[in-house]
């Protein structure tokens, strides 16, 4: 049985990101395991995670609020993968780049249509 989060786009590219995430981060220095690497591991899996607890709530507003969540711990990511390619960690930022933007329109649609729908 598949739950209704799984049927969320929002959900789905979320998941997307975080693959491409571990993947970036797989190739830093060793010396970032710890820190900034592990930094955005945890903020990108809270993206879908917070996305999957909220549909789990009874209502749309608990769903609201951790839809904001998500969108605050991707902006946190954002933070992070900014200063990663500063740093030169990462080469070829453009797909992250756009899948991050992708996941933030997403997760503001929802946030946007849900609110429009408690009025």
């Not at 998941?15 to 060793?30: D, E, R, W």
């Not at 395991?33 to 549909?55: D, F, K, T, W």
């Not at 009874?58 to 993968?81: D, M, N, P, W």
Request: charged share 25%.
């Amino acid at each position: 049985m598949r739950r209704k989060h799984c049927e969320l786009e929002a959900w789905k590219e979320a998941i997307v990101l975080v693959k491409m995430i571990y993947q970036i981060t797989g190739a830093f220095p060793s010396s970032e395991i710890y820190s900034l690497s592990s930094q955005m591991r945890r903020a990108v899996v809270s993206i879908p995670c917070n996305i999957a607890e909220g549909a789990a709530r009874s209502t749309k507003r608990q769903l609201v609020q951790f839809l904001y969540i998500a969108r605050g711990s991707l902006s946190e990511l954002e933070t992070q993968f900014i200063i990663a390619k500063d740093l030169g960690y990462i080469k070829d930022p453009n797909a992250a780049d756009q899948q991050i933007d992708k996941v933030f329109a997403l997760l503001s649609g929802l946030i946007r249509s849900l609110h429009r729908a408690k009025q």
